[in-house]
């Protein structure tokens, strides 16, 4: 399995960003995807999570209405669109799937600042 994240960067508050991950190594269409994101000294968190048929989404509180997560099931990929960006969403942003066990992409660097 391979989740290879793209699309992180320096954003001004209320900007916007899309992130990618593109997966490999598994039947992406059967599977949840999910973003989670880790601030410094803080622990990984859930930030959306989608279903395999791309029907069902669930978010942090922290980000409903400004995030939107989606799939591409046709070119294995899950993608996060985030809108009115602030300060507290500065992380690193991870893809993850769960099949028969955790996996994790390297992570995109998201700052949000001015």
């Known amino acids: 399995v391979q989740l290879v994240e793209s699309g992180g960067g320096l954003v001004e508050p209320g900007g916007s960003l899309r992130l990618s991950c593109a997966a490999s190594?598994?039947?992406?269409?059967?599977?949840?995807m999910s973003w989670y994101r880790q601030a410094p000294g803080k622990e990984r968190a859930m930030v959306a999570v989608i279903i395999s048929g791309g029907g069902s989404t669930n978010y942090a509180d922290s980000v409903k209405g400004r995030f939107t997560i989606s799939r591409d099931n046709a070119k294995n990929t899950v993608y996060l669109q985030m809108n009115s960006l602030k300060p507290e969403d500065t992380a690193v942003y991870y893809c993850?799937?769960?099949?028969?066990?955790?996996?994790w992409g390297q992570g995109t660097q998201v700052t949000v600042s001015s």
């Open positions: 190594g598994f039947t992406f269409s059967s599977y949840s």
């Open positions: 993850h799937v769960y099949t028969n066990w955790h996996y």
